[in-house]
């Protein structure tokens, strides 16, 4: 394979034709370590409007830093995977204690703050330092497989694949290469229906010249996700209801949430929201009237909920730092789940309970 050709024909595709994003017209490793810490799993579209409200709340490391968790996550609410947010807030501090503010270029320091993986570490030194690490994402896998003629992207052959990128990788900017590589997988050597015939890099491309480009790498089979019915508890007083904060090791973690819980098979949904109220909550509760019904999916699970507003017996839920009665007005000053929102909805659907 002629390294030299390749990596021409890709400089030259990538100066006419690279996407042009806020966080390409920057040097500052901040701006670009966030942006690769959003597109995790997220489309770039999708990235863009909560990337441009997060600048402009937090321009700098140390106005994230000084900031509390809760403010931070309600800037992150609705882009989802939430552990990248929690792990990218420790990691600030880390660097305005440890660092200064200033992020290090140097691998062996930036790979072993919170949240940061090979990957990361990768594209953050080569675009913000300019250091010449390749990076493995979805796309130059696919890339690279249809190149070599790969199938199975196995340990072995995901380790030939960097010894190919580390020959092709641009010497004086290695971060244009990296993008270079991530564009042209995204945007035309997709997985499917690629557009080949706009490839500049198809003559080199094991699986165009055997016309076989749908066929590489092999496709990972779906599989059908797990359902969930859940109750969810709508506890009033008086003209406030109740929230409480999920544990920052869990899912959606250092997320407000309604109690309740998954309902056993069997059991109704009224039944299983009193004993997981009195489960989590302590607290029995009265006035049981149904809302309506959410239905919400994650990337590995579906769920249903079945919304009810009621209130306690007694006064007696537990009020702290993770457990606080809100108003309607309130509910602009907490970060949520997609699937809150949802019921939030309901709330305008029905009568409040005030």
């Known amino acids: 394979m002629q390294f030299n050709s390749i990596t021409q024909k890709l400089h030259d595709w990538y100066g006419e034709n690279k996407r042009l994003l806020p966080f390409r017209d920057t040097e500052d490793p901040y701006k ?3 942006s690769e810490v959003m597109l995790q799993q ?8 909560y990337y441009n409200k997060w600048i ?21 609410e609705g882009l989802g995977y939430y552990k990248r947010c929690i792990n990218f807030y420790k990691a600030i501090r880390i660097i305005k204690d440890d660092f200064h503010c200033k992020i290090p270029n140097n691998r062996k320091n930036f790979i072993l703050l919170p949240g940061v993986g090979e990957y990361t ?27 070599l003629g790969i199938k199975n992207l196995t340990r072995h052959n995901e380790k030939r694949i960097m010894v190919h990128l580390n020959k092709m990788i641009f010497k004086d900017n290695p971060g244009d290469f990296n993008q270079a590589m991530m564009d042209l997988g995204s945007l035309l050597c997709k997985s499917s229906n690629p557009l080949c015939s706009k490839c500049p890099l198809r003559t080199n491309c094991y699986a165009y010249r055997n016309n076989k480009s749908d066929k590489y790498p092999n ?17 009033w ?7 409480q904060k999920r544990n920052l090791k869990s899912m959606l973690g250092g997320l407000w949430e309604f109690p309740g819980g998954k309902i056993k098979p069997g059991e109704s949904a009224k039944v299983a929201l009193k004993r997981e109220i009195r489960e989590e909550c302590g607290v029995s509760i009265k006035n049981i009237n ?18 009810f507003y009621c209130r306690e017996k007694k006064d007696s839920l537990e009020l702290n730092n993770n457990a606080k009665m809100i108003t309607i007005n309130e509910i602009k000053n907490f970060p949520f789940p997609k699937a809150n929102h949802k019921i939030f909805e309901l709330f305008k659907q029905s009568q409040f309970y005030v």
């Open 32 to 34: 670009i370590w966030l």
């Open 42 to 49: 997220t489309q770039v579209n999708t990235v863009l409007p």
């Open 237 to 243: 007083r008086e003209n406030k209801f109740y929230i």
């Open 121 to 147: 570490a990768s594209a953050v030194l080569s675009i913000a330092f300019k250091k010449p690490y390749p990076v493995l994402d979805v796309n130059v896998k696919r890339v690279m497989s249809r190149m």
């Open 290 to 307: 149904k809302i309506g019904i959410v239905k919400h999916s994650y990337s590995h699970f579906k769920i249903t909920l079945y919304c």
């Open 56 to 76: 402009k709340r937090f321009p700098t490391i140390s106005s994230v830093a000084n900031e509390k968790l809760d403010t931070v996550l309600k800037y992150w």
């Open 219 to 235: 496709k990972i089979k779906t599989k059908t996700l797990p359902h969930y019915d859940i109750s969810i508890g709508i506890i």
